[in-house]
């Protein structure tokens, strides 16, 4: 069964650029959504075992996502995707319980790696 | 000849400027030693006609402002200004530690330095989607204490075409803005148009 992920960005753009540093060969079903309110959303749908998450962004931005998600007893891999790359922050998105970090534009590599690290078959 | 953006290469535009600031935050944060947040950067190429009003519209009608300017060449050539409101510049001299009396060359110093952090990452974010480097002039002060009515008069422009970009900046609990323009000849914007085209493509 495909895993259900979320990509959650403003920017159309930096989705796509996202999805395509996806791994081809993880099985997956993608939702996007352009503000935090629709990540929300679509996690409380069961579609986001996995989350791709933009830090600045209108509406609710990553950190009301993740306070939101704590408070909701967070169930899913949150990966943060941010063009913001202060050790404050990285710091900051942790302790909210986003497993990691990943810096814009993203490296392929990067996130190949870092699902393998967390055990997700691909 | 109309410069308006596609609402796709505006869209490209702004994460690939929301990209190049938040590298530009994180360096601002080690100058000064406090943690910085960004907002959207926000785009606008207005029409040659209406660039001293869209300018004097974003900052905000009869403000009082500092700018700095900073001439770029290479593939793309024209100027970039970082327009200070007077608050944010008495906001950063505290910040910095500085008393009321700040040394004015202290403060110019300090103007320049943010200035040319801001327009090195934002102009060389947008020179890597075209894949090639600009060169830089060192930045000096355009003007100071003056009314942002005053600050560009459209009759005098060298480049007559602009680029805006808004970029809002909070240091700590301080709310601090700052706005760049970019000023370009058509071929320049011309240029940039279709590097952002090529790039998409790509995607």
């Known amino acids: 069964m495909p895993t259900p992920i979320l990509v959650c960005d403003d920017s159309a753009m930096a989705r796509k650029m996202l999805i395509k540093a996806l791994p081809s060969s993880w099985n997956v079903e993608i939702t996007q959504a352009a503000n935090g309110l629709e990540a929300l959303e679509a996690y409380r749908a069961g579609k986001a075992e996995v989350m791709f998450l933009d830090l600045t962004m209108p509406e609710l931005d990553g950190y009301g996502v993740l306070e939101t998600l704590q408070k909701e007893g967070l169930n899913s891999f949150v990966i943060v995707v941010s063009a913001d790359i202060q050790p404050l922050a990285q710091e900051r998105v942790k302790q909210l319980g986003a497993i990691a970090f990943v810096k814009k534009p993203v490296n392929p590599a990067d996130v190949e790696g870092l699902l393998r690290q967390y055990g997700v078959e691909l | ?203």
């Open chain 2, 1 to 203: 000849m109309s410069q308006t953006l596609t609402s796709d290469q505006k869209d490209a535009l702004q994460e690939v400027t929301n990209i190049a600031m938040g590298q530009a935050a994180s360096t601002l944060a080690t100058i000064l030693s406090t943690f910085v947040t960004i907002s959207v950067p926000r785009i606008n190429i207005p029409e040659v006609s209406e660039i001293g009003s869209a300018i004097s519209k974003m900052v905000g009608n009869g403000k009082e402002v500092t700018a700095v300017r900073q001439s770029f060449a290479g593939h793309l050539r024209g100027e970039a200004i970082i327009i200070y409101g007077q608050e944010g510049c008495r906001d950063l001299a505290d910040l910095m530690g500085y008393d009321e009396d700040i040394d004015q060359s202290a403060e110019r110093e300090l103007l320049l330095d943010i200035a040319n952090v801001l327009i090195g990452a934002c102009l060389n974010g947008i020179a890597d989607i075209l894949q090639t480097g600009l060169t830089f002039a060192p930045p000096s002060i355009m003007a100071e204490r003056v009314i942002i009515n005053s600050l560009i008069d459209p009759t005098q422009l060298t480049w007559n075409n602009a680029l805006l970009v808004e970029v809002n900046f909070t240091l700590e609990a301080r709310n601090f803005s700052c706005h760049l323009v970019t000023l370009m000849p058509e071929d320049s914007i011309e240029r940039l148009k279709q590097a952002i085209d090529t790039f998409m493509e790509n995607f």
